[in-house]
């Protein structure tokens, strides 16, 4: 029990590294494309990128507001960093599942997360246009920690690897 903690804590310490060493931007550019995707589909003009701001990385919303150009931040924060929990419990399941078992967790695990980080941006290319849009986007603005964490959480119900003898089929 005592390696496993400590393989998961050294792989959660080798992600944070490699994320704040520049994987947040390249990930946050990976979220822009299927974000804006979404929204040329809607055939809106509202577009969003990742910028610099003051030093730091932000998602910048550019759109229209009352029938002018209009653009607005967000710090990668509290929706970003709850990726690196994701990643690193997908690679600690890796060394005790199957790898087909390990690649089919990842996918999906991976995906739901992804998706939500989407949903939360398409949220936030409304927020000036939508109460509803703001309320959602409020609500769910601190949860990616309780979303990531529930996610840990079902795979492990689903995969038990913390038991005495791990789940390996």
Partial sequence: MIRKIA?????SLLVALLWFSGLEGLYARVLVGPANAVLGIAGRETRI?????NGRDVFMVHTRIDGRQAMYPQRFGALLIPTVMILSWQGFTA??????RAL???ALNFGIFLGFQV???LLLSAYHGSAAARYVYDML?????IVAMAIIIIDHIRH??????????
Avoid: G
Avoid at 95 to 100: H, I, P, T, V
Avoid at 141 to 145: L, N, Q
Avoid at 160 to 169: G, I, L, Q
């Fill in 7 to 11: 393989l998961l804590l050294s792989l």
């Fill in 49 to 53: 990128r990742v910028e610099e701001q």
């Fill in 95 to 100: 060394f005790y599942l199957k790898r087909r």
């Fill in 104 to 106: 089919r967790s990842t």
């Fill in 119 to 121: 949903v939360f941006l």
């Fill in 141 to 145: 603005m601190d949860s990616f920690y």
């Fill in 160 to 169: 038990p690897v913390f038991t005495k003898r791990a789940a390996v089929s």
